[in-house]
């Protein structure tokens, strides 16, 4: 058996500093700063959750679905309950092919990560919050390419920009939650990021799901229109405006 190499001082003094800082995040006690309900659709999100039902948040964009959808379940785990962790899963509809992009799993999802890494900073007021909380175990972020043969136990697991997956994608990410576990979709039935696709099969699945959805007694189904949009005036605007021609134009 090889004989180990001894560490110099320098690279044990680096491994001390490297632990004293793990612990430090280890021991980080977190603070999510409060918020309620803007608007009448984010008050019956609300109401649901806190009645124990999985959801679908379906809507307007800029609503603030996601947003919520992660601020109750990123308290829900805070409290140390049954929940031990946040699952975030979101579609890669650019990337239907990305196996076959180069780098690690981590490389090819840091690109859609981003937004939640935003939310959650916001929601701790620190610009660590969400490294800090991966580290611990208390987010994980997967994009729909991967996860087949995985099992959420004893995670509230949030799939947003569900309109640009597949009903397959949508069937498999639901027959992952495992035990003590619970599920929030979120998305938008007027945006489709597939619909350029000319193949049928890859044409959002997200309106058939929602039928067998209505149909589970466990599941609410909360409507976000364009009086629940929380956003710049202007998104109101052009988001009126351009519904208003697609309508015009169908």
């Given at each position: 058996?090889?004989?180990?190499?001894?560490?110099?001082?320098?690279?044990?003094?680096?491994?001390?500093?490297?632990?004293?800082?793990m612990m430090g995040i280890l021991n980080t006690k977190f603070s999510?700063?409060?918020?309620?309900?803007?608007?009448?659709?984010?008050?019956?999100?609300?109401?649901?959750?806190?009645?124990?039902?999985?959801?679908?948040?379906?809507?307007?964009?800029?609503t603030g679905k996601t947003m919520c959808a992660t601020y109750l379940?990123?308290?829900?785990?805070?409290?140390?309950?049954?929940y031990e962790k946040v699952v975030i899963i979101r579609s890669a509809?650019?990337?239907?092919?990305?196996?076959?992009?180069?780098?690690?799993?981590?490389?090819?999802?840091?690109?859609?990560?981003?937004?939640?890494?935003?939310?959650?900073?916001?929601?701790?007021?620190?610009?660590?919050?969400?490294?800090?909380?991966?580290?611990?175990?208390?987010?994980?972020?997967?994009?729909?390419?991967?996860?087949?043969?995985?099992?959420?136990?004893?995670?509230?697991?949030?799939?947003?920009?569900?309109?640009?997956?597949?009903?397959?994608?949508?069937?498999?990410?639901?027959?992952?939650?495992?035990?003590?576990?619970?599920?929030?979709?979120?998305?938008?039935?007027?945006?489709?990021?597939?619909?350029?696709?000319?193949?049928?099969?890859?044409?959002?699945?997200?309106?058939?799901?929602?039928?067998?959805?209505?149909?589970?007694?466990?599941?609410?189904?909360?409507?976000?229109?364009?009086?629940?949009?929380?956003?710049?005036?202007?998104?109101?605007?052009?988001?009126?405006?351009?519904?208003?021609?697609?309508?015009?134009?169908?």
């Amino acid at each position: 058996m090889a004989k180990q190499r001894k560490l110099s001082r320098k690279e044990k003094r680096r491994m001390e500093r490297d632990q004293v800082h793990m612990m430090g995040i280890l021991n980080t006690k977190f603070s999510i700063r409060k918020i309620k309900p803007l608007t009448p659709s984010q008050a019956d999100l609300f109401e649901s959750y806190n009645e124990g039902y999985n959801l679908a948040a379906i809507g307007t964009a800029g609503t603030g679905k996601t947003m919520c959808a992660t601020y109750l379940a990123l308290n829900d785990v805070l409290q140390k309950g049954e929940y031990e962790k946040v699952v975030i899963i979101r579609s890669a509809v650019q990337t239907r092919e990305q196996g076959f992009m180069p780098g690690t799993q981590a490389q090819k999802e840091a690109v859609f990560e981003a937004p939640y890494t935003d939310i959650v900073n916001d929601l701790f007021d620190r610009k660590d919050a969400y490294n800090l909380m991966k580290s611990k175990g208390m987010i994980e972020f997967k994009t729909s390419s991967f996860v087949r043969g995985l099992t959420f136990d004893n995670a509230i697991i949030i799939v947003d920009e569900c309109q640009s997956m597949t009903y397959h994608e949508l069937d498999s990410i639901i027959t992952r939650v495992g035990q003590s576990s619970k599920i929030i979709f979120c998305g938008d039935t007027k945006q489709d990021d597939l619909a350029t696709n000319r193949n049928r099969a890859d044409i959002t699945g997200l309106h058939d799901f929602l039928k067998v959805l209505y149909a589970i007694p466990s599941f609410d189904v909360v409507r976000f229109g364009i009086n629940d949009i929380v956003r710049s005036g202007l998104v109101k605007e052009y988001i009126m405006a351009k519904e208003q021609i697609l309508e015009d134009v169908a």
